[in-house]
């Protein structure tokens, strides 16, 4: 079955910008889903279909796909982006929705 | 307003049964693909089953290999109702358990706040 790889943390200092990858097997044919969740809380989609933006979502979360790799970058970043992050497609093959392992951002 | 309640969570013993409800409001059920997603704790995020929206070929469903075959996904349009039907649960199924809609084009736009299931002896 299709897997997604995500490193398991990013840590980036406050002001600069946090890239996420999230690699899989010519995901660059495949639209890329981003969400973001904080503790205790339910998953919120920041960027679906590579690179768009859902309303309430800052121009500073921004998404792009090609290739083997697929990236969010959130520039400008605050202590409020700390959470975890998950990418995520559709394999149309089998029909299954696949998620990636998810990516622990830190604000040093 | 479009708003997902999931409900039926609890502590099971393994090998029972357990029904999860998903109540939604805003929307009609029917008219999208909807999900379950599962988080074990301290886990990421699993996908767990698929019920599609009624559509002139019919519904299909689809299920994450580790709960083929236990897990059955159904909808009840008249309540407007999204259902987990569980059984055979092992410790491995303890997670929170969210219901999700599926935006057209593909990607999870609203969530529940999640049921926790925890399998216990």
């Known amino acids: 079955s299709y897997v997604l790889t995500q490193p398991t943390s990013v840590s980036v200092a406050p002001g600069k910008t946090a890239t996420i990858p999230c690699g899989g097997t010519?995901?660059?044919?495949?639209?890329v889903h981003w969400y973001q969740q904080k503790p205790g809380q339910a998953p919120v989609v920041v960027i679906f279909?590579?690179?768009d933006r859902p309303s309430g979502i800052p121009e500073r979360f921004s998404g792009s796909n090609s290739g083997n790799t697929a990236s969010l970058a959130i520039s400008r970043v605050g202590a409020g982006d700390e959470a975890d992050y998950y990418c995520?497609?559709?394999?149309?093959?089998?029909?299954?929705?696949?998620f990636g392992g998810g990516t622990k951002l830190t604000v040093l | 307003q479009v708003q997902l309640v999931e409900s039926g969570g609890g502590v099971v013993q393994p090998g029972r049964s357990l029904r999860l409800p998903c109540a939604a409001s805003g929307f009609t059920v029917s008219g999208y693909d909807m999900h379950w997603v599962r988080q074990a704790p301290g886990k990421g995020l699993e996908w767990v089953a698929t019920i599609s929206y009624v559509g002139i070929n019919g519904i299909s469903e689809y299920y994450a290999d580790s709960v083929e075959g236990r897990f059955n996904i159904s909808r009840d349009s008249s309540k407007n109702r999204l259902y987990l039907q569980m059984s055979s649960l092992t410790v491995d199924d303890t997670a929170v358990y969210y219901c999700?809609?599926?935006?057209?084009?593909?990607?999870?736009?609203?969530w529940g706040q999640g049921t926790l299931v925890t399998v216990s002896s």
């Open positions: 999700a809609r599926e935006r057209v084009g593909g990607c999870f736009d609203y």
């Open positions: 279909n590579d690179a």
């Open positions: 995520q497609v559709w394999d149309s093959s089998s029909g299954h929705r696949i």
């Open positions: 010519n995901i660059g044919s495949k639209s």
